[in-house]
Each structure stands twice: as structure tokens, then as C-alpha cells.
């Protein structure tokens, strides 16, 4: 292989290297995009604590997130191993950032969607507690009756 040759194949891999770099750049800003925003998880125009729950569980929804994330850690890999970047801990910490984000995303996802499920059996059973009114009733009246 002649000199001048290999020399062309240097350039051609630090922009191979630059255009990995560019990709995982665009992939991570494309996955903190996908996340809801946080005034979606924040605000509310709900009626009840059922429509908050619901709206809340859809909101946490952090959808395209995890394949941009996906995407950033394959060409991450396939930098690292080709040790085609200088200095990637920046890349590697928003990694691992969007990653935590996520799974915190999803972590709450999981929580609301066990309360949105126990909320209402919660309803009835604190409608479904006590005393019925029927019977509070019979009581009052035969009390009235002890009384004359």
C-alpha cells in the first residue's frame, strides 16, 4: 500500500469518526426531544384524581426516547471499539443521563399506572364502608320511637 494511500484512508477514518460523533450527538438530542415535557407531567386540567392519574400515566410516556437512545449507544459502541473517538466521556455521561431519564420516566410511569388501578377499587371500598344508609336510617327512627 503506498503512503499516500494510507494517508487518504487517516482522513477518510477521522471522518468516519467525526460523522460517529455527529450521530450520537443527534441521536441524544433527539432523545432528550422525545421526552415529555415537564410542564405535561406538572399541570393538569383534569376533574378528578382518576382523569389527573390518566392523564398523568399518558404524559409519562417516554416513546421515541428509548430507540434515540438506542441509536446513540450502537454508534457509541461502534465508535468506541473502532477507538474512533479522542475523548468520548461527555458522550458516555448524556448517555447514561437520557438513560437515568428514562428510566425515572418510566419508574413513575409504572407507579401511576398501579395507582390509576387502585384508586377506584380504593373509591369503593371507602363508598362500600360503614354503616349502609338504610340501616342508619332504621336506626334513627326506632331511637325517635324509644324516645316517645
Do not use: C, Y
Amino acid at each position: 500500500m503506498s503512503q499516500a494511500t494510507f494517508g487518504d484512508d487517516e482522513e477518510l477514518f477521522g471522518e468516519a469518526a467525526n460523522e460517529m460523533r455527529e450521530d450520537v450527538e443527534a441521536s441524544l438530542e433527539q432523545g432528550w426531544d422525545a421526552l415529555p415535557a415537564a410542564d405535561d407531567v406538572w399541570e393538569t386540567d383534569a376533574d378528578n384524581v382518576l382523569g389527573v392519574l390518566n392523564g398523568l400515566n399518558s404524559a409519562l410516556e417516554a416513546g421515541d426516547a428509548e430507540d434515540h437512545l438506542r441509536d446513540a449507544k450502537k454508534w457509541f459502541t461502534m465508535g468506541q471499539r473502532a477507538d474512533a473517538f479522542e475523548d468520548a466521556d461527555d458522550l458516555e455521561a448524556e448517555i447514561a443521563d437520557l438513560e437515568d431519564a428514562i428510566a425515572d420516566i418510566s419508574a413513575a410511569g409504572d407507579q401511576v399506572s398501579d395507582l390509576t388501578s387502585t384508586i377506584p377499587a380504593l373509591r369503593g371500598t371507602l363508598e362500600d364502608a360503614g354503616p349502609d344508609a338504610d340501616e342508619n336510617e332504621e336506626t334513627e327512627t326506632e331511637t325517635d320511637a324509644d324516645d316517645e
